[in-house]
C-alpha cells in the first residue's frame, strides 16, 4: 500500500517504520559481509540512505542496531501460531505446548533461526555478553505477549489459573534458551578447543563464539531434540534426577 | 579493616565501592525522604560528599542509581542461603526448594523486603516500566549465581542434570516475581480504585504503584504463602487446570 493513501500521522509512523527497517536491513548486510568491526555509523547512514544524525534520531548506538536486529529474529521465530481459541480451559497447557513446538514447525522457522545465528556469531566477546542482556529482555517480552494474546482468548481463566498458565508460558519460553545451551553442548563446540579456528584465540567459553566454526553447522533440524528436551523438562516440574 | 594496610589495588577498589555505596545510600535516602523527584544531581552528590563529575564516573544516570539500590535488595534476598555441598545427587532439587524458601526466613529478610518494596513504592510510572527489566535482569543474574556455586558443590553431575538443575533455579527464581504479582492481586489493590489515594490520579494498573498506599502493608508475612503457592507450582510443571 502506498503512504499517499494514509492520514497524517500514519503516514509520519510509515516512513519511521521504514527508515528503521531501512537501518537494521543496512546493519545486517555489513556485519554479514564484512564483520562487526566494519559497522561504523557513516558507512551504515550511507549504506541504508540516510544521514547519520537520522541514524541516532532511531538508535542510541550502533551496538543497539545489530542486537535489535538479532533479537527481532527470535522475536518472530517465537510469536507465531497463536493458540486455537475456545478449547476447554483444561486443554490450554497442551494447547501451548503445541504452540511453542509449531513455532519452530513454520516454514520460516529455519530462515529466522538461522539469520538469528548468522549474525550472532559475528558478534565480538563484549557484545555477546550485551545479546546475553538482550535475549533475556526479548524473552521475556515474548512471553508477555503470549501471555496477553491467551488472556484475551480466554478471559474466563480466574486468577490462579491465568498466574499459572503464565508461569508455564514463561518457563517454556525460558526453556529454549536452555534447550540451545544443550544443543551446542551437544555439538561439543564448546568442550573441544580442536574446533576452534586457528586464526581465533581458542577462548571456547560460552561467552564467545569466536573461533566456533563447528556453530555454523548448527540447525533447527538438529536442535529439535534439544528444544523438545527442554520443553519435557518444563512439564515434568521438580526435576527426579 | 583500615583500607591503608590494603595494597594499592585494593586501596583503590574499596575507596571505589565505598563511594559507590555512599552514592546509593544518599539516593535512598533522598527517594525515601522528598521523593524521586527531589533526586538531582547535585543534591545527590552533596548529600554523598562528592562531585557531580565523580557520581556520573560511577552511574551513567540518576535512574540507574535507584534502579541499581532497588534491585540490590532483591539480590541480597534472594542469594542466601547456599545449598549445603555433599548431599546424595537426587536430593539437589528438593534442596534447593528449601534453600529459596529459608530465603526468606531469615531475619534479615523483612528488612530486605520492605526497603526493595518502599524504594519501589516511590517511582514514577516510567521509572516503574525500567524497573520492570532491571528486576527480570536481576533475577537472571541471581539465579546465575545460584547456578554457579551448585554446579561449583556438585562437579559430577552429567551435562543433562546439570541443565536440569539450572532450569529448575531459572523457574524457581521467576517464581518469586509471579507469586509477587499474585500476593499483590490478593491484596484487592490493583483491582480496587477505592483503595487509591486521592491526591493521585487513580490509575491502578500493575504499571504504576502510585496511589496504592494498600500496598505498603505488603509483607513477607503475608505473601509467604503467595510465594510457596508459586515454588509449588513450578515443582507440579505443566499446570493441571
Not at 4 to 31: C, F, M, Q
Not at 85 to 102: M, N, T
Amino acid at each position: 500500500m502506498s503512504t499517499s493513501t494514509l492520514p497524517d500521522g500514519d503516514r509520519r509512523h510509515a516512513r519511521r517504520e521504514a527508515t528503521r527497517k531501512a537501518i537494521l536491513e543496512a546493519a545486517e548486510s555489513i556485519v554479514l559481509e564484512d564483520g562487526v568491526e566494519a559497522l561504523k555509523s557513516k558507512a551504515l547512514a550511507d549504506r541504508a540512505g540516510i544521514s547519520e544524525r537520522s541514524l541516532f534520531n532511531h538508535f542510541p548506538n550502533l551496538n543497539e542496531v545489530v542486537l535489535s536486529r538479532i533479537t527481532s529474529y527470535l522475536t518472530r521465530l517465537l510469536s507465531e501460531p497463536e493458540i486455537p481459541a475456545g478449547l476447554p480451559i483444561s486443554e490450554i497447557p497442551d494447547a501451548l505446548d503445541r504452540k511453542f513446538r509449531a513455532s519452530f514447525d513454520r516454514p520460516e522457522a529455519d530462515h529466522l533461526f538461522n539469520s538469528f545465528l548468522a549474525l550472532s556469531l559475528r558478534l565480538d566477546t563484549e557484545m555477546v555478553d550485551l545479546l546475553g542482556r538482550h535475549v533475556v529482555l526479548t524473552l521475556a517480552d515474548v512471553s508477555n505477549q503470549i501471555m496477553e494474546s491467551t488472556t484475551k482468548n480466554y478471559p474466563d481463566l480466574d486468577f490462579d489459573q491465568n498466574i499459572r498458565v503464565r508461569m508455564y508460558i514463561s518457563n517454556l519460553t525460558n526453556g529454549i534458551a536452555f534447550g540451545l545451551l544443550r544443543g551446542i553442548h551437544r555439538m561439543g563446540v564448546l568442550d573441544s578447543p580442536t574446533c576452534g579456528s586457528p586464526e581465533h584465540d581458542g577462548d571456547l567459553s560460552p561467552k564467545s563464539f569466536q573461533g566456533t566454526e563447528a556453530l555454523e553447522l548448527l540447525n533447527l533440524e538438529f536442535l529439535r531434540e534439544d528444544i523438545d528436551w527442554a520443553f519435557e523438562q518444563v512439564a515434568i516440574g521438580r526435576p527426579r534426577i
